[in-house]
């Protein structure tokens, strides 16, 4: 898993809180280039998205684990315009639900790029299909946001 700058990053694009309490630890390990995800201190449950506690058992008790990075296309939807003005010129483009290869559940909403250099729109969506392996690769949008993203491993 390998960090780059983003060539082709929208001029303005909306970016996380990467200070938030709760998702901060999830931010900062994204710019080392690592996935991590909750589990719940007490009872083990991973969660994502980050939460302040555990869906099953309450407890706000919090450990980050890190991810395998890997997952496989659980569902998508392709955005088209009108769209925020920051991605318009990028439509149409691909936006998927993964489900981590780290358990049943648990899915992550992202961009499907077909490599590091590539914009959210390189992946046409007749080339999506539900089940196809997936693995994570980091995008550094400015020196406190980079975002995970997605790409098909090369067959």
């Keep these: 898993m390998t960090t780059q700058p983003d060539p082709v990053a929208p001029a303005a694009p909306i970016l996380p809180d990467v200070d938030d309490p709760i998702a901060a630890p999830f931010w900062a390990a994204a710019r080392e280039g690592r996935l991590v995800i909750q589990a719940c201190g007490d009872c083990g449950t991973l969660r994502t998205p980050p939460r302040s506690f555990c869906h099953l058992c309450a407890s706000e008790s919090v450990v980050w684990r890190q991810a395998k990075g890997t997952g496989r296309l659980w569902s998508w939807i392709v955005a088209h315009g009108p769209t925020i003005p920051a991605f318009a010129g990028l439509t149409p483009y691909p936006v998927v639900v993964v489900e981590l290869d780290d358990g049943p559940g648990l899915r992550m909403v ?46």
Excluded at 134 to 154: G, K
Aim: charged share 15%.
């Design 110 to 155: 992202g961009n499907l790029v077909a490599d590091h250099e590539a914009s959210i729109a390189s992946v046409p969506p007749g080339h999506l299909a539900i089940g196809m392996p997936v693995a994570v690769l980091f995008r550094a949008i400015d020196e406190r946001v980079t975002l995970p993203l997605w790409c098909a491993p090369a067959s």
